[in-house]
Structure formats: C-alpha cells, structure tokens
C-alpha cells in the first residue's frame, strides 16, 4: 500500500481461465470499523487482452485504465481509488486486491452502482480471481 496517498498500486497478472472476456477488480478493507468494511476501489470492463495496470491507474480520471474501463464509486462515493488510512491505534487491516475473471465483456452494472452491488452481479460471471491481500497499520 502506498500510505494514506491515493495511489493504485501496479498490479500484473496472467493464467486466466478460457472464456474470460473481461477483468474487474476491487479492493477492500474489512477491517475498516464501519460494521461493514470498506471498499476502496471497483473497476469493471477491463478488455481480457490487458494483464497489468500501472501504479497511479485509479486516479480520479482513471487516466492509467484501458479504454472502456470505468470506474465505480468507491465507499466516499469517490470514482478513484482510495489509499489505506487505518485509524490509529486501530491495528493492523487487510486490504484485499482482486482480479475477476469474467465471461462477458461488459459486467452491466449502471456507472454508479456499489461495489457490493457489482460483487453480487458478477456471481454468474465469474471464471476465476486471484487475490493479494496487503496489510497497513497506523500507529
């Protein structure tokens, strides 16, 4: 994690499964002390040929995604990626990166739905994830 900066981390995969048609990831602390977590970052329709973003890629214009990528509102109800920021004292939190193999193009979630809502429509569609889980802690 980059600290309480904005900042997406570079992320690179590979091995998808056959009939994936498109990516999207999220990030997610479910240590955050809401009762609920908190989802940090949701991109979808993601083109299958992309297998790396580059650091910085969700900035508020997602300048570093691919075309016909978007981005969801995270939980600030912000369209960017949002860094780990733990209260202090808190402890340690996980923050869980993931790729979602999909086998359809576009997932056809409106541009404003949760990332909650795009977990439960991708449940049809996904082939595969790969998932990084990060911890940060702020003392």
């Given amino acids: 994690m980059e600290g309480a900066r904005d900042l997406s981390p570079h992320l690179k995969w590979s091995g998808a499964p056959a009939g994936t048609k498109s990516f999207a990831i999220t990030a997610y602390d479910p240590d955050a002390p809401t009762g609920s977590g908190l989802w940090h970052w949701a991109v979808i329709n993601i083109p299958a040929s992309v297998t790396e973003l580059p650091s910085g890629a969700g900035d508020?214009?997602?300048?570093?995604?691919?075309?016909?990528?978007?981005?969801?509102?995270?939980?600030?109800?912000?369209?960017?990626?949002?860094?780990?920021?733990?209260?202090?004292?808190?402890?340690?939190?996980?923050?869980?990166?993931?790729?979602?193999?999909?086998?359809?193009?576009?997932?056809?979630?409106?541009?404003?739905?949760?990332?909650?809502?795009?977990?439960?429509?991708?449940?049809?569609?996904?082939?595969?994830?790969?998932?990084?889980?990060?911890?940060?802690?702020?003392?």
């Fill in 60 to 139: 508020g214009q997602g300048s570093g995604l691919p075309q016909g990528a978007l981005q969801l509102p995270n939980d600030l109800r912000l369209k960017q990626f949002i860094g780990a920021a733990p209260p202090a004292g808190h402890g340690p939190h996980r923050y869980y990166f993931v790729i979602h193999a999909l086998d359809v193009e576009q997932i056809g979630v409106d541009p404003d739905a949760t990332p909650a809502l795009l977990g439960f429509t991708m449940l049809g569609h996904t082939l595969g994830r790969a998932v990084l889980v990060a911890t940060g802690e702020t003392k």
